[in-house]
Each structure stands twice: as structure tokens, then as C-alpha cells.
């Protein structure tokens, strides 16, 4: 070793698990930003969102997979085939558990999928809405399924539990050239960063009438000579009556669903925008395999 030299490690860590689990907002509370949607709908991470943290002279680069559920439709295969790849090209693997729910058989047949891959951790979540005495039995239980290093308690809503998680994650990576940027947060394309952003918001308002079938697509970003972003996205609904409730009465929940996007980006990127959302109906989107490549999945036929 050359004097003076530091060594770097870096690697892979697919965090994976049901839906609900509290995936994305573990992500987002690591990165003390928002990187992963997060809405009280099931299957709202569609993509495998990356993001770099640092700990010390170690890098942990975290892909946030899409819940595992029975895939039925083409966008649920892709979705599935997606988080399994993370896995297998994973230098660590986090299978985060809704401890509120206990071992389920979703869990079970997880954890069967997974049992062979090296580095295996779990996060037990919400482990502060369960008694203590009912945490340990959910521990030996998943130590006798499958060989894993760790199992951490943690409430990634509180960040209780998660900088411990961290450490010893960062002590199975791999000496290795720093793959990405130290500085760098995220590396979702920026477009689809923002077609997240306001996905997210038509799930808030709208959580109630209106069903999964639903994408959001940055069509394009322009820039005005004061810097402000021009940002032109497109809602893509499967039928008629879907367009009518995300663009509400006169226009209200669209209206509404707009400034508290433009709010987030704004917040999130400390730019001026200009948030112009226009809805469509295409009955056929997710059968379409281009609609799958912008958000980084696999059209499985």
C-alpha cells in the first residue's frame, strides 16, 4: 500500500421487501431528502431509484426496489423483474420488514427467494408501534430461515436505530473505487425525478377515486433567461372518467395537485418553476414498452 493512500470501498445495497414495508421513507430519511415517492398506496416505487450515502471512506450506493407482490399485469412483472436483478447484482442485501405485520407468508416466500445471496440484513420497521416481546419471536423466526448478519430494529419514520444500521452496513462493502461521486445524492435521471415528484402529489389528493393505472412523464424542461424552469408533464390516465377526477371540478385538484409539486421542486432543488401538467387519456400505456425504459424497468411480455 502506497503511504498516504486511503482506501475507498463501495457497493451495493438492494433494499427489497413487501409493499409498505416503509422502503422509501428509510431512503429518504438516509439521504435527509426526498429520493423515493412515498404515499400510503401500495406499489408506488415503480423504478430502482439509487442513492449514495457516505459513510467515512465507505460508500454505500442503496437501490430501492419496487415492493415484492403477485405480479398480474405487465407493469407489476416488470416491476417485480426489476427488484429482482437489484438483488442478484447486490453487494448487500437489506430486506426490510413492517414489524406492525409480523412474518407473513409474502415475508416467507422473500426470504426464500433471497436466502442464498451473501451479506443479508434486516430492518425490522415500526418496531416502536410493537411490543418488545413480541419483536423476538419475529427475530428467531427469520434466524431460522435464512443465515443473515444482522437484524436491526429501527423506526425509519423517528431514525431510531437507522445510523447503527448504516455503520455495519458499511463495513461488508467491498474495497473499491468510489462508483459514483462522493457529493453526488441521487442518480435518477432528472425528468423522472420530477414525474415522481408529481405522481407522488396525485396520490395524496386523489388517493380515494382513482386506481394504479396512472403514469406521469416529463415531456420536457426548458429554461428561461432568469433561470427559471419551464417544466412540461404529461398525466397519463387509462380512460375518460380517470381524467375527470384528476382535473377536478373547473380544474381544482389539478390546480391543486400542480402547486404542491412546484412547491416540492422548488423546495427540493432550490430553483424557480413553472409546473405545466396537462392530462391524457391513453387506454393502452402499459402495454407499451417505451413507457418502461424512462423509468429504468424491463417491458416483460
Known amino acids: 500500500m502506497v503511504f498516504g493512500m486511503t482506501k475507498t470501498y463501495s457497493g451495493f445495497i438492494a433494499i427489497i421487501g413487501p409493499t409498505n414495508a416503509g422502503k422509501s421513507t428509510l431512503m429518504n430519511q438516509i439521504m435527509e431528502r426526498k429520493v423515493s415517492i412515498v404515499s400510503h398506496k401500495v406499489q408506488t416505487t415503480r423504478t430502482n431509484l439509487r442513492a449514495v450515502k457516505m459513510v467515512g471512506n465507505r460508500q454505500l450506493v442503496f437501490v430501492d426496489t419496487p415492493g415484492v407482490f403477485k405480479p398480474g399485469r405487465r407493469l407489476d412483472r416488470a416491476m417485480v423483474g426489476a427488484a429482482m436483478d437489484a438483488v442478484s447484482d447486490a453487494d448487500a442485501i437489506l ?7 409480523g ?11 433471497i ?10 420497521n415500526k418496531t416502536d408501534a410493537v411490543r418488545k416481546s413480541d419483536l423476538l419471536p419475529m427475530a428467531a423466526e427469520l434466524n431460522e430461515m435464512a443465515n443473515f448478519n444482522q437484524i436491526f430494529m429501527i423506526s425509519a419514520m423517528k431514525n431510531d436505530g437507522v445510523g447503527d444500521m448504516l455503520e455495519s452496513l458499511a463495513n461488508v462493502m467491498p474495497e473499491s473505487p468510489y462508483l459514483f461521486e462522493p457529493h453526488d445524492a441521487t442518480d435518477v435521471p432528472d ?21 394504479y393505472h396512472i403514469n406521469v412523464v416529463t415531456e420536457r424542461v426548458d429554461v428561461d433567461d432568469e433561470g427559471v424552469l419551464d417544466i412540461y408533464q404529461k398525466i397519463v390516465v387509462q380512460s375518460e372518467g380517470h381524467k375527470k377526477i384528476v382535473v377536478g371540478r373547473g380544474g381544482e385538484q389539478l390546480k391543486k395537485i400542480g402547486t404542491a409539486a412546484r412547491h416540492d421542486i422548488q ?35
Open 191 to 211: 425528468n423522472l425525478y420530477l414525474a415522481e415528484l408529481t405522481r407522488e402529489k396525485v396520490y395524496r389528493y386523489i388517493h380515494q377515486e382513482l386506481p
Open 267 to 301: 423546495d427540493q432543488w432550490g430553483v424557480n418553476a413553472r409546473l405545466h401538467l396537462f392530462v391524457r387519456v391513453e387506454p393502452n400505456w402499459e402495454n407499451v414498452a417505451e413507457n418502461y425504459a424512462d423509468q429504468g424497468l424491463e417491458f416483460k411480455s
Open 95 to 101: 430486506l426490510i420488514l413492517d414489524a406492525t405485520k
Open 115 to 124: 436466502r442464498n445471496q451473501k451479506n443479508l440484513f434486516v430492518a425490522l
Open 103 to 113: 412474518i407473513t407468508d409474502t415475508v416467507r416466500g422473500l426470504v426464500e427467494k
